[in-house]
């Protein structure tokens, strides 16, 4: 199937940085993807859709200053998290649909960030 | 809005067991509904979905049957393997579609020999 990678897998960093999680289609063109966030024993949670060159669209209650999405290519979508802060630690996860399926949703492995 | 809930975990199971996950959604419209299954390390892969009342998902051994009178879509499988030790996810996009789905919290399931 087709792949999409999440890097870094994990990361922790210190209150009040910055830090930018990347989402890759390898082998695929994916016009669009979407961001996830996922705490402990809830379910993922659609953050926001971004669609190649254009602002992404956030759901209700995300804040879009906090969590800046750019999806530039076809084959790269990045999430920054600003300023993080302890509540920010989670599992964020991506997913991709695009040029080479049905529609089908592909999704990466997961990016933990902890946030001290 | 849209919900999907699922049974909690983890579940435990001896390899050959009859498995079952349950899954039941709340949605308006006729949405689609899907099983996810996360393995260790990996990202979540589509392992059926159903697009409609009475349609069956099946594939590598598991079903699940779209039941719209009891707004649920149970997963199934007769004999599990220690393979199958995963996070299944059970989901739904509504009737507008666009992928966006909505997602239950997870049930973990692990199969022991």
Redesign the interface.
């Known amino acids: 199937g087709a792949v999409v990678s999440q890097h870094p897998s994990w990361v922790i960093c210190k209150s009040g940085t910055s830090v930018k999680i990347e989402c890759r289609s390898l082998d695929f063109q994916a016009t669009t993807m979407f961001w996830y966030r996922q705490f402990p024993k809830q379910s993922l949670m659609l953050m926001a859709t971004s669609n190649e060159g254009s602002k992404a669209t956030y759901e209700q209650g995300v804040e879009k200053d906090k969590f800046l999405i750019n999806h530039a290519s076809l084959t790269l979508s990045t999430l920054t998290v600003t300023s993080a802060h302890p509540e920010d630690s989670s599992f964020y996860i991506c997913s991709a649909t695009g040029t080479r399926n049905t529609g089908e949703l592909f999704f990466g492995e997961g990016s933990r960030l902890t946030v001290l | 809005g849209n919900s999907?809930t699922q049974m909690e975990g983890p579940v435990t199971l001896s390899e050959e067991a009859f498995l079952t996950i349950n899954c039941t959604y709340t949605a308006t419209g006729y949405p689609s509904l899907f099983w996810?299954v996360?393995y260790p390390?990996?990202?979540?892969?589509?392992l059926l979905k159903a697009t409609k009342a009475d349609d069956k998902g099946s594939n590598k051994g598991f079903e699940a049957t779209y039941r719209k009178e009891t707004t649920s879509f149970h997963l199934e499988k007769g004999s599990v393997q220690v393979s199958d030790s995963a996070v299944y996810?059970c989901a739904l996009s509504d009737t507008g579609?666009g992928?966006?789905?909505?997602?239950?919290?997870?049930t973990q399931l692990k199969v022991e020999l």
Not at chain 2, 41 to 46: D, S
Not at chain 2, 99 to 106: E, V
């Open positions: 999907v996810y996360q390390g990996e990202g979540l892969q589509l996810f579609g992928n966006k789905l909505t997602f239950g919290t997870g």
